[in-house]
């Protein structure tokens, strides 16, 4: 359940919603016109958080804050909290509602966007560059992360021929395999963040991931990827 509120005075003009359900709820706040701070609470039992979400908006409306019933929660930007970290209360309603897998949550599975040291890194930088405002191109932003932040080499995808991809393979595996890991993190990180997604970006993530797979086969990594699979098909249909 998601309620927005309002705060307006001479000095100061400020936002403030909460979402809850479950045992958890998230609160962002800020200065009217910024993305503000977002902050998660975890209680033990549903009942619990209710109540407590309760608590809150009853304080919120003692101090002044009006009910805001036309707040846009869809032109807005959403950023984990750092201590919580990937979770699905501060992620975009547009990514929550398409990418309904627990893996875009998951922090821990290498193939999952964020789950890899990569991609960890990479939604951690993607993310910083859009509080400060950065003006940023997101089809070139995977190539400016592993160039300029790592100092590395950055392989497009040329191609998804098995024996050209082999080529590359085997001079270059390091390189395009983080070249590909990045290109689709940032991609489900600009969704995750904003919403949406530059249709550049999509398909050089969605040849990434395709080019991965055709990797994960020439080097023999084991069964071919469902969640890489899946990863591919949402991407596809978003």
């Known amino acids: 359940m ?13 936002f403030w919603w909460i979402d809850y359900s479950g045992c958890d709820f998230v609160v962002n706040y800020g200065k009217t016109g910024v993305t503000g701070k977002y902050e998660i609470k975890e209680f033990e039992s549903e009942e619990e958080c209710i109540k407590q979400a309760e608590k809150l908006i009853t304080q919120k409306l003692k101090k002044g804050y009006q009910i805001d019933n036309h707040f846009d ?10 201590e919580i970290g990937l979770h699905p209360k501060t992620s975009h309603p547009h990514f929550v509602k398409h990418f309904t ?32 405002k950065s003006k940023l191109n997101f089809a070139d932003f995977p190539k400016y992360i592993i160039e300029n932040e790592w100092g590395m080499k950055y392989i497009p995808v040329s191609s998804l021929i098995e024996d050209q991809v082999k080529k590359i393979a085997e001079t270059d595996e390091m390189n395009m395999t983080q070249s590909d890991m990045i290109t689709y993190a940032i991609a489900f990180g600009q969704i995750k963040i904003t919403g949406g997604i530059d249709p550049k970006l999509k398909q050089c993530a969605i040849d990434s991931m395709k080019r991965i797979k055709i990797t994960a086969k ?14 591919i098909e949402d991407l596809t249909s978003f």
């Open 2 to 14: 998601k309620n927005a509120f309002t705060y307006h005075d001479e000095k100061s003009k400020k």
């Open 73 to 82: 929660f869809i032109d807005h930007l959403y950023f984990d909290d750092e």
């Open 101 to 132: 897998d627990d893996f875009y949550y998951d922090c821990t599975d290498e193939e999952a966007p964020f789950g890899s040291d990569e991609g960890s890194d990479a939604l951690s930088i993607l993310t910083e560059n859009m509080r400060n």
């Open 218 to 231: 020439i080097l023999n990594w084991g069964e071919d990827s469902e969640i890489l699979s899946k990863m």
